[in-house]
């Protein structure tokens, strides 16, 4: 068990589940939304995600989907570690392919979409596959995410995600052509110089760019 914020959030996080990471929580942390707001949270993990928006957002309506069971259930393990904090905002928990969303819940219904993507493409993979799902993009690939992020939100909707930053032209190309204009870009540093992404994209609109470093 560990704080997740200042405010003394907690989450739960057994050690055979991929675990909480800085990109992650300065994802969270950079999303705003309305009290009004239905938000999805795709590849929701054990809730990182889904823990700080409920917490420091209060949407409407958090659904959270994973294709992992055991993430699922440890989110829901999180919810109930927090339902003190989190009385504002109904959940819906759901263990299903992100990609069949769309045949779970009616069509166009978010008004805001959260990731924090798998990104590896190639090399070698954790013998844990739990962490492997969580890591590699063979069940969530960006294409993936902005096609189901366009059958999932409303016009005028808003989708945050991180990707690594030297893919910044891949994720803008990808999201640009199933009609979502990158709005913002957030880059993060380390110690080694800039190493991530954090975009804001809204489904139609102008062109305009902002970039935040």
């Known amino acids: 068990m560990e704080f997740l914020n200042d405010e003394g959030l907690l989450i ?7 675990k909480l990471s800085s990109d992650a929580v300065a994802l969270g942390n950079f999303v705003t939304c309305k009290p009004t707001d239905t938000v999805i949270d795709v590849g929701c993990g054990t809730g990182v995600l889904t823990l700080l928006i409920a917490d420091q957002q209060h949407p409407r309506k958090m659904i959270s989907v994973d294709i992992n069971a055991e993430a699922v259930k440890q989110l829901k ?24 969303l769309h045949t779970l819940i009616p ?48 016009y005028g909707g808003t989708v945050y995600f991180c990707y690594p930053a030297n893919q910044i032209a891949k994720a803008i190309t990808i999201f640009e052509n199933n009609n979502f204009r990158i709005k913002t870009i957030k880059l993060v540093s380390n110690q080694k110089g800039i190493y991530l992404a954090i975009f804001r994209a809204k489904k139609g609109g102008g062109h305009q760019t902002t970039l935040l470093v």
């Open 12 to 18: 739960e996080q057994p050690n055979n589940l991929y």
């Open 77 to 100: 393990k999180n919810l109930t570690i927090n339902q003190a904090k989190l009385k504002a905002t109904e959940f819906l928990t759901l263990n299903a392919d992100a990609r069949e």
């Open 107 to 154: 069509a166009n219904c978010a008004d805001v979409i959260v990731c924090n993507p798998p990104y590896f493409t190639t090399g070698k993979k954790s013998q844990n596959e739990h962490i492997s799902q969580a890591r590699h993009d063979d069940t969530l690939s960006l294409n993936d995410l902005a096609s189901l992020c366009t059958k999932n939100i409303k």
